[in-house]
């Protein structure tokens, strides 16, 4: 079989995005308020932490969209959401073993840039005056280019932030009417120059692929202009058709939708447009100029990967706030409440809005050190994983990806073969000792 047949032949089978071990899905009740607060009571007052913040609200909804976010044209619901991310950072801080340093701090949604830059400079004098933030710490955000003024700008630089991202997802017009997200070229162009004229320079982009009317063509020439706009990085993520979880994707076609042939066609043809601009393949799905901070930490084998996806930041633990927000401690992840009126209502009542969460093993951290190595670096050394943690390396059956070519062992090294960078997610999956309940819950592997 080639290679174009197998990644086909695999690129339908659901996995995980493994942005934590165990899995979203995973999580459960039995994690409550009382054990974060043994957990968070429980950190090194002397470790950096890193802070997230969600603004679940955004000004209209995309119809691809898969995050947790509802759209709103009015200030007030914005403005009361504040006011409770505010009380909830008090109900977090007064938890905390002391005053800790944030070493990345991130606001994502929704559009977080829905704050004003009068709101978001209360918000981040209240993480100021609650954290102390380390020399040289990251702080990003994310920006819709379509209601982003030269105030906004200034306001972000203002205030701190470092990066910006952007969800440009196709500059193709088709595209655009199909997915409800009209974002000429020139809008984010204006959009990027108001950034770095303002001070904040670096700047992400989101592509997607496997998107409604979109064609192989349509994608290089949308990733060829994203390149134009000379972003530090961009992501490449294969649209995840969900509408009986998502209701608003309904509103896409599933005629409208490439098939696995289309997609993987599309997805070759972004990363060969991005390479060829001088980008550096990142993990799966990133891409990054190769004197960025994350292309360096790729190659001094210092990348992580967390919640927000690569990332530079070398913190163990972070922390978030808001609706949804998931917090990732060395003891397990704890999800907050994601209807913002539960959220709201736990915060009113002076209580941590935990939903659920779950506790990690020992054999998770080693499961979770060997999956994060597969998807960061395409290889590991399970044996020597384990032995750090003085117990016997985790089973995997990977005689189907072996005999496929997929994975490779070298004595005790597994490596995913050259060519099958977007199947590591297979690799990974191996190692799950979780994945055989909710797996249908997941989206296809390219």
């Known amino acids: 079989m080639s290679r174009r047949d197998t990644l086909l032949h695999h690129a339908t ?61 009015r200030a007030e619901p914005v403005a009361a959401y504040l006011e409770k991310l505010l009380a909830e950072l008090d109900l977090l801080t007064a938890r905390l073993p002391g005053r800790m340093q944030i070493s990345h701090f991130a606001m994502g949604g929704g559009t977080p840039a829905i704050l004003s830059p009068d709101q978001i400079t209360r918000l981040m004098d209240a993480v100021r005056a609650r954290f102390e933030f380390q020399p040289g710490a990251e702080l990003s955000i994310e920006i819709d280019p379509r209601h982003f003024t030269r105030a906004d700008a200034d306001g972000l630089a203002r205030t701190g932030f470092t990066r910006a991202s952007t969800g440009v997802q196709s500059f193709d017009p088709a595209v655009q009417a199909a997915i409800n997200r009209i974002q000429p070229w020139e809008l984010a162009a204006i959009a990027f120059d108001r950034l770095r004229e303002a001070g904040v320079s670096a700047i992400n982009i989101d592509l997607l692929y496997g998107l409604p009317r979109q064609s192989t063509a349509s994608a290089r020439a949308s990733a060829e202009a994203a390149a134009d706009l000379m972003p530090d990085r961009l992501a490449v993520f294969g649209y995840a058709h969900v509408p009986h979880m998502m209701a608003h994707q309904r509103l896409i076609r599933d005629e ?191």
């Open 256 to 446: 409208d939708l490439p098939d696995a042939r289309g997609r993987l066609d599309q997805a070759d043809a972004m990363e060969d447009a991005l390479t060829q601009a001088g980008y550096q393949a990142i993990g799966i799905d990133h891409y990054a100029r190769p004197d960025d901070a994350m292309a360096r930490a790729l190659n001094t084998r210092t990348l992580k990967r967390n919640f927000q996806g690569y990332t530079t930041d070398p913190s163990d633990t972070l922390l978030g706030l808001g609706a949804s927000a998931i917090s990732a401690l060395p003891q397990g992840y704890v999800q907050a409440h994601s209807d913002v009126r539960a959220w709201g209502q736990a915060v009113e009542a002076g209580r941590l809005p935990v939903r659920r969460g779950v506790a990690i093993s020992d054999e998770d951290r080693i499961r979770r050190a060997v999956i994060e190595q597969l998807m960061t670096y395409f290889e590991a050394d399970p044996a020597a994983i384990a032995a750090a943690h003085g117990l016997p390396a985790p089973q995997a059956d990977l005689s189907a990806l072996e005999q496929a070519g997929i994975v490779m062992r070298e004595g005790a090294r597994i490596r995913i073969a050259p060519g099958y960078r977007p199947l590591a997610r297979l690799a990974a999956a191996a190692f799950d000792a979780y994945l055989t309940t909710g797996a249908a819950r997941h989206s296809v592997s390219v």
């Open 13 to 73: 089978q659901r996995t995980p995005r493994y942005t934590s071990y165990p899995t979203a899905p995973h999580f459960h009740e039995g994690v409550d308020a009382a054990m974060l607060t043994g957990w968070l009571q429980a950190l090194d007052p002397a470790r950096p932490v890193s802070l997230y913040v969600h603004v679940p609200y955004c000004r209209s909804l995309c119809w691809y969209c898969g995050c947790n976010t509802r759209a709103t044209t």
